[in-house]
Each structure stands twice: as structure tokens, then as C-alpha cells.
């Protein structure tokens, strides 16, 4: 037995620390975060350079051939420095193609994600996080019709992964005809999400509900990760701003109740990440317990997400809510991952069927 | 990462699931606070003799002497919970005194103590905290004085849990009043029935008297009853202290208390309708199961870090704090759960699982506080773990 990641990836989660540091710096994420929707191009190319676009895709169609856990520490390592780019889609996409894709598809598909010429958007909101305002896709003989909102980088993916209204899942191109797509402006400048617009527009078959249910699984599981590394950032911050920062003569680290705030985030989100890995390692290696797990990782990281924001913005004073300090790019990002694709009470109702304690 | 367990681990997996079902009939409940009963002691004894309990103590102090195999640990721990079969005695003497005489004790203090220690024919208490010594328990007063071969202890303590039933005390005192004052204390043991002793029940809010305050009036301990050295009481006391916070937030303990809310929520109903079926109870069920796996997890990293000899850092140092912390919530819940009922204190038509919901809600609180305050952990986790600056000492206050 051993709880603990590998020295190797350990080291792949740190090369890509200071990677992204390099490569995307806060004014970096800071001009982006103004910018036209295609502006991050660059930062998606140095993480495609890691490999990072096709890391669960099998080596036979080019990828690290990796597992869940391996991208999970990646998406820690890219929530710790907010980093843009259809990550997550890209995940996605390789696990419905592994899972559900035809030999055809596969061919077609993979070894361009893996490579990162193509990027994939995941469309499963209505399905998954439940359907606002008559948003949903209804799917009739290979064409789609309706809506999808909240799908990861509408405007810039190549190729969509859909879920429809049945949970079928469809592999849509960002060319195809009768699809619309329009950007969504949330709090969180550092990702983009957009709305799809289909009126009878061809769709590839890719897999069924049980499908969805992973790629669900999966999201749930990246979220989780990229809110960790986001709460790493946030903690870090205040504990360094605390040990600087003087009022009444002294540095406010050194009172009790400025420490007490950082010690109950620390104790708060240390626990977490044991949870994180567990799910990322169930997907692959435990599946009859991947569902729960990844719906507690989702739900109890947004949870205390939420609470380390808060506490590390209070522990900064003024400073916190300035755009100058900008701490505020992990604030959002972690707000964004809690509502993304279910908020916790939605996802721990899930977790409550799971076990057949709730109907 | 690999959880995957070769088929020799199985085999154990398999052989500890029989010890369980075969003796089913002879589990016996942690003797807890009180003297163990006729009961208790054999199954402890059982327990030793199997290897389910002091597993890697060596034989001759009167464990079971395995190699230490944490993965084995493991699955002990794992078979017990799912079986709901108490692991055996989980006291002071054992989690505490046992491993600081396995670290610091001289032979001779092994070879008496350990043994009866762990099968429960010795119950010890553990006297470091006083009326003016607390949190700040390096400032502690009781004071032993040299006379020829023996210290005269005088003073008191307060807090002592298990000290009207207890056979031993390990205890705290000051024997060098001039030195610094961590420097100066020596961690003892001696009788309980030693004259000059005098204890004090003093009850807790559950109605029943958990601890005492303990009074010595120059009693007279022999000089070789030091551990570990005179003067070298703080660090000893540490070391054992480290064991304490373990036990304390045992995410195994907290596991099987969380299947009993589940069970107590599938079979409580209120107008009908079972309590797991209404939305915001069981969000809270789910928000406390999330927490539950956290612990489990970081438990099993700790397992881990142990195996591999590495620090186990903030993993390690968070477990009190939110370990007690959580047992209180999960009793907190099934209160909540219970209503009216909920407040019930004797036996009665109505009152759910003897009241056990109750004790605990009222116990854990002191559990939160017993073996360092919450407080005391947030400073730990700070200035430990974050490495955040001490509050700066005041000239007066
Ligand atoms: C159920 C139970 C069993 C116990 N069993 C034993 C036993 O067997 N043997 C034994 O020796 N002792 C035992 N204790 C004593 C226990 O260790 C002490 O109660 C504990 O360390 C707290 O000390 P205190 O009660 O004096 O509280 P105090 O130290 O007076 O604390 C009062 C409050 O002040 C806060 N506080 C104190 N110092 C600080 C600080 N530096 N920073 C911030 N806040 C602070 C505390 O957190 C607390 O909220 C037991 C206690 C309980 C509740």
C-alpha cells in the first residue's frame, strides 16, 4: 500500500510550477484576463509542449498515456497559478474517446488533442448541473437541437464534447453547420465559458450515460484539483502578507487571531487533498467508489474553497479586495469551480443516491 | 498511489475476518474511564494473545511482538470498524505510558509495567494538568522535594481522568524549583494508594464523574521511580503527548461513529417519514461524510509517511484539531436528528441507543479541550506548520 504520489510526479507537478510561472506570470493572467476571447493561444502551447494536452491519452495515439491522478496534480498545479486554457475539455474529450470512441474516432481525434492542435470544450452542464432557463440538448436522428450553456471555452475549442437531454453523448465540431456560439462573462476572467446554440446540427455519436457519468466523475475530480492548488495560493499569500504586514508595532502575524484565521484555513484544506487524490486514484483503480468520491472532493473543496477565500482576502485587510494585490484571480477561480457543473448541495444530493440513502 | 493489496495481505484480510466471526459472542466494549470488568479483560486478553492488539509490542514486555507492518495495522483496523468489534482497551496507561517507556524507560520499568498495563490488570492516571497549569503546563507547581532516597511530593492536580479507579499514576512534578521552568520537571510514577494521596471526584456535565482533582500531601516516592531522567519530565511528557493527539482524533473511531448516524437517520422517523429523507438532514449526513473520508485519507498519508520514515508535516499536525472536532459535529447531527428526544437523559420508553448521542455531545466537547485546546492546536498549526511568529511575551499583565 501507499498513500503518496510518485517522485515522478512530484516532479512533473513542480516543472510545471515553474513552467507556468515562467510562462504565465500574474500580469500575464492579469492581460488576458481583459483580452478577446483566443488571446491565450500561447499559454495553451507551453502547456501543450508538456505533453499536458493528451495526458490520459494512450500512447498509440501520442499521449503520456497517464492517469486521472496525474491530471489532477496537473490541474492543481494550473489552478495554483490560474492558469487559462481548455484543460479540462481536453481531458474530457480523451477520456469519452477512450471509453465510448469507435476505432475511426479515435484515430481521427486523439492523437490531435493529445498533440494540442485541436482543443475540445465540454458541453454537460444541463445534464449534470441541472437545466436553467430551457437550456438542453435534444438529439434526433445525428442532429442536435438547442442549447448548452456554461460549455468550457465556447468561443475557441475546435471540437465539443455535448451531452443531450438523455445524457448521450455527441462530438460536435466548432464548424458545424446550424451552431451559434456566444461568449458567457463570469467573475472568473482567467477561464472563458460560452453558450451553444444548435438548430439541427450533425453530431458523431459518442457513448451513453455511463459515459457521461465518468466524464462527470472526471470533472468533478479536475475542479476539485484546480481549487486545491487555487486554496494553496490563496493561504500562502496570507501567511507571507502576515509575516509583513505591521499594525501596532508589530508584524499582525504574530497576533493570535490573524494566526488562528490561517491555521483553520491550513487545517481546513490539508485534509482535502488527501480526498482529491483518493478520487483521481478511484477513477481509474476503484470505480465502484469513483462516483462518491469524486462528488465529495467536488462538493466538500468548493466548501472550504469558499471559506479559504474569505479568510485569506479578511487576512490581507484592504489589500485583499484590491485589483492591485490580485488576489482576487484565485477568489474567482474558486468561485467559478464551485458552481461549475453542480454546487454542493446538487452534488451531495448525488452522492446521497449513490449510496441509496436519498431517492 | 496504490492501495492494491498483495494476496498474502488478503489472506490476513480473510484470517482477521474469521477471528472476528468466530468470536463474535465474546466482544466486549473499551472499558473506557471505568475498571475493566471480567469481560473486558479477557478479550483484551484475547486480543494480545491473537495479535490484535499490541501487535508489535515485544514479547518480553508482553505484547504480541510482530514486525511492525503498518499495511497489517491497516487491516486490523479496517476489519474491526466494519465489524463494529471494540479494539481492546484504548486508556491513558496504554496509548500513553506504554510507548514512553518503550522510548525512555529503563529496563526495569518496561519489565514491570508494560506488561499488566496492556492486559488491564494495572489502570493508570495521567496527573499533568493543575489548578494554575493548563494550556501553560510547563508552569506546573507540584513540587518534590529530596529526602534521602525519595522525593516528598505536595500539591495538586486537577482534570485527572480515571484517578478514583486507577492502580498508578504517571505524573508531572517540579523538582528543580530554581531552573527554567521547563527545566526543571521529572515525570514519575507511583501508587495511588501511596499515603498522603487524597482524590476528589468532580463531575462533568454528563452527571458522571469522568475526573478529579488529586491532592498529595508529602508522599513518598522512591527516586528510581523517575522516567527518563531527572529534570527531563518536559521532554518526556512531549513525547507522550504526541501519542495522546493521535488517539484523540482516530479518524477509525470516527468512521464507525458516522455508520451509526446513518443507521440512526435510515431508522428514525418523524411523521413517518425516515430523517434520511428529508433534503437538509441529509445534506448535513453528506457534508459530515465528505469530512469523514477527508480524515480517513489523510489517516492513510500519515500511514504512508510513517512507512516511508518522512514527515508527515501539515497532514500530521491537523488530525487533533479536526479529528475531535468532527466527532463533536457527527454528535451534534444525531442530536439535531433525534429532536425532542434528543434531550432525553434517563432510561426511558424513548430514549434512542441508551443515550449514548447525548454523552457523547457533552463528552467530545471535553475532548476538545483535553490534550491541548483547540486554540493550543490553531497556535501548533501556525507556528509549526506555517511558521508563523509567537505572540510576543508581555514584560506584565
Ligand atoms: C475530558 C477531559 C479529560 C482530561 N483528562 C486529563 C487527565 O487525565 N490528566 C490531566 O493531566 N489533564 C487532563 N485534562 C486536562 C486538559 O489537558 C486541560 O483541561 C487542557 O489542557 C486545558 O487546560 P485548562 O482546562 O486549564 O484550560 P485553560 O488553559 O485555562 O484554557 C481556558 C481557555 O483559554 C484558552 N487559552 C489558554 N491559553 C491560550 C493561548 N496561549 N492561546 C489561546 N488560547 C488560550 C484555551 O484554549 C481555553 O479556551 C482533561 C481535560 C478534559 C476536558
Not at chain 2, 221 to 234: D, E, I, K, T, Y
Amino acid at each position: 500500500m501507499d498513500f503518496s504520489i510518485t517522485q515522478d510526479q512530484k516532479m512533473m507537478q513542480d516543472s510545471l510550477s515553474r513552467t507556468l510561472s515562467d510562462s504565465v506570470p500574474l500580469d500575464r493572467v492579469r492581460r488576458y484576463a481583459g483580452a478577446p476571447a483566443d488571446a491565450g493561444a500561447d499559454i495553451w502551447s507551453a502547456i501543450a509542449d508538456f505533453g499536458l494536452a493528451g495526458v490520459v491519452t494512450p500512447e498509440a495515439y501520442g499521449g503520456l498515456g497517464l492517469t486521472l491522478l496525474d491530471a489532477a496534480l496537473a490541474a492543481q498545479a494550473l489552478g495554483r497559478a490560474v492558469t487559462p486554457g481548455p484543460f479540462l475539455g481536453g481531458v474530457a474529450a480523451a477520456i469519452a474517446l477512450n471509453e465510448a470512441g469507435s476505432a475511426d474516432q479515435q484515430t481521427r481525434w486523439s492523437p490531435k488533442l493529445a498533440s494540442g492542435e485541436v482543443t475540445a470544450g465540454l458541453a454537460i452542464s444541463e445534464p449534470v448541473a441541472g437545466a436553467r432557463d430551457g437550456a438542453g440538448v435534444t438529439a434526433a436522428s445525428g442532429k442536435l437541437t438547442g442549447k448548452a450553456l456554461f460549455v468550457t471555452d465556447a468561443l475557441t475549442a475546435d471540437l465539443f464534447v455535448v451531452a443531450d437531454r438523455s445524457g448521450n453523448l455527441h462530438l460536435v465540431k466548432a464548424d458545424a453547420a446550424g451552431l451559434t456560439r456566444a461568449a458567457m462573462t463570469t467573475i472568473d476572467q482567467t477561464r472563458r465559458v460560452g453558450e451553444l446554440t444548435f438548430h439541427e446540427t450533425p453530431a458523431e455519436p459518442l457513448g451513453g450515460p455511463g459515459t457521461l457519468a465518468r466524464l462527470r466523475d472526471a470533472a468533478w475530480v479536475l475542479l476539485a484539483a484546480d481549487s486545491l492548488g487555487a486554496c494553496e495560493v490563496m493561504i500562502e499569500k496570507a501567511v507571507d502578507y502576515a509575516k509583513e504586514r505591521r499594525q501596532f508595532g508589530r508584524v499582525i502575524g504574530s497576533f493570535q487571531a490573524v494566526k488562528h484565521m490561517c491555521a483553520e484555513m491550513a487545517a481546513e484544506l490539508e485534509p482535502c487533498r488527501a480526498l482529491v487524490w483518493y478520487a483521481a486514484y478511484a477513477f481509474d483503480e476503484a470505480r465502484d467508489e469513483s462516483s462518491l468520491t469524486a462528488a465529495h472532493a467536488k462538493a466538500h473543496t468548493s466548501e472550504i474553497g469558499r471559506f479559504v477565500a474569505r479568510t485569506a482576502t479578511e487576512v490581507h485587510g484592504g489589500m485583499g479586495i484590491t485589483d492591485l494585490l490580485g488576489l482576487h484571480f484565485w477568489f474567482k477561480r474558486v468561485g467559478l469551480n464551485r458552481q461549475l457543473l453542480g454546487g454542493p448541495e446538487r452534488v451531495r444530493r448525488l452522492a446521497a443516491q449513490i449510496q441509496g440513502l436519498a431517492a | 498511489m496504490d492501495l492494491k493489496l498483495t494476496p498474502e495481505m488478503e489472506a490476513f484480510r480473510d484470517e482477521v475476518r474469521g477471528f472476528l466471526q468466530t468470536h463474535e459472542d465474546r466482544y466486549a466494549p473499551n472499558a473506557g474511564d471505568e475498571r475493566p470488568r471480567e469481560a473486558a479483560l479477557e478479550w483484551q486478553a484475547l486480543l494480545i494473545d491473537h495479535g490484535y492488539a499490541a501487535r508489535t509490542i515485544p514479547r518480553e514486555y508482553g505484547g504480541y511482538g510482530a514486525e511492525p507492518d503498518i499495511l497489517k495495522s491497516r487491516i486490523i483496523t479496517e476489519e474491526f470498524t466494519a465489524a463494529g468489534a471494540p479494539r481492546g482497551f484504548a486508556n491513558q496507561g496504554i496509548s500513553m505510558l506504554v510507548p514512553t517507556l518503550l522510548e525512555v524507560g529503563s529496563e526495569e520499568q518496561k519489565k514491570r509495567w508494560i506488561a499488566p498495563t496492556l492486559r488491564g490488570e494495572v489502570v493508570w492516571c495521567q496527573g499533568y494538568s493543575e489548578p494554575g497549569a493548563g494550556s501553560d503546563l510547563a508552569s506546573l507547581q507540584t513540587k518534590a522535594t529530596e529526602d534521602g532516597d525519595d522525593f516528598l511530593i505536595s500539591g495538586s492536580k486537577i482534570w485527572t481522568s480515571t484517578a478514583a479507579q486507577a492502580d498508578m499514576i504517571f505524573c508531572l512534578v517540579r523538582t528543580e524549583p530554581q531552573a527554567p521552568k521547563h527545566d526543571g520537571i521529572s515525570y514519575v510514577l507511583f501508587p495511588m494508594k501511596t499515603p498522603g494521596i487524597e482524590v476528589r471526584p468532580l463531575k462533568t456535565m454528563t452527571g458522571s464523574a469522568e475526573f478529579n482533582e488529586v491532592f498529595f500531601t508529602d508522599v513518598r516516592v522512591p527516586q528510581s521511580a523517575v522516567v527518563g531522567g531527572r529534570g527531563r519530565g518536559w521532554f518526556v511528557a512531549n513525547a507522550t503527548l504526541k501519542h495522546e493527539r493521535g488517539m484523540l482524533g482516530d479518524p477509525n473511531a470516527t468512521e464507525a461513529r458516522l455508520h451509526s448516524l446513518i443507521e440512526l437517520m435510515k431508522t428514525e422517523r418523524v411523521d413517518g417519514v425516515r430523517l434520511i429523507d428529508d433534503p437538509v438532514m441529509c445534506d448535513r449526513l453528506m457534508q459530515l461524510q465528505a469530512r469523514v473520508l477527508t480524515m480517513k485519507f489523510n489517516g492513510l498519508r500519515l500511514l504512508t509517511a510513517s512507512m516511508t520514515g518522512e514527515s508527515a508535516g501539515m497532514a500530521g499536525l491537523v488530525v487533533k484539531l479536526q479529528g475531535c472536532e468532527l466527532n463533536h459535529q457527527i454528535a451534534a447531527l444525531a442530536i439535531d436528528a433525534l429532536g425532542e428526544l434528543g434531550v432525553l437523559y434517563e432510561d426511558g420508553p424513548y430514549l434512542r441507543s441508551k443515550g449514548s448521542w447525548q454523552r457523547s455531545y457533552m463528552f467530545d466537547l471535553g475532548l476538545i479541550i483535553g490534550g491541548g485546546t483547540a486554540q493550543i492546536q490553531k497556535n501548533i498549526i501556525s507556528e509549526r506548520g506555517l511558521g508563523m511568529p509567537r505572540e510576543p511575551k508581555l514584560a506584565s499583565v
